[in-house]
């Protein structure tokens, strides 16, 4: 059984739990806990599906979300802004309009979030989502723009990518 780097590195944690554990370290306890340490690996990757490949992608994905949610903090505060200002200027008429975005988003996952970002941001509300498309409420015409092109999107397109 050849072993890549990350599975060498799984089985001596295993390992030095054991140890820990136990507590001491005496030969007998370590031919008992490489067995043992053998077969709870085996199980693991057996029964539990492990696979390094899958871990690391798992932890590309949360640091990208981690990402996507302190951007759409960011955009909120921003949608927050522009809404006090479409609410307080006198000269500003407000336009209210109905989109369709298109995404070219492969997974359900991430078209809902999308959806859900886009209702989060004040000023907009999304009414519908089938499919690839979204159709989106705007508290104004400026709101809407670049919509189909904005950061959501391609921060979402991003986290596609890293589970091919």
Known sequence: MLLCKGEKTMLLL?????????????????VIGAVI??????????????????????????ICLLHYILILVMEIIKANMAVIRLI??????VEPVMVCVHTNLKTT????LLANSITLTPGTITVSLDGDECV????????????????FVKMLEKLERIGE
């Open 136 to 151: 989106v409420h705007c508290l104004d015409k400026s709101l809407s723009e670049g919509m189909e092109d904005s950061v």
């Open 14 to 30: 295993f390992f030095c739990v054991w140890i820990i554990f136990n507590g001491t370290i005496t030969a007998e306890i370590a």
């Open 88 to 93: 307080t200027s006198n000269s500003e008429i």
């Open 109 to 112: 996952f991430c078209r809902v």
């Open 37 to 62: 340490v053998l077969l709870m690996f085996a199980f693991v990757c057996r029964f539990m599906d492990f696979s390094l490949r899958q871990e690391i992608c798992l932890y590309k994905k949360s």
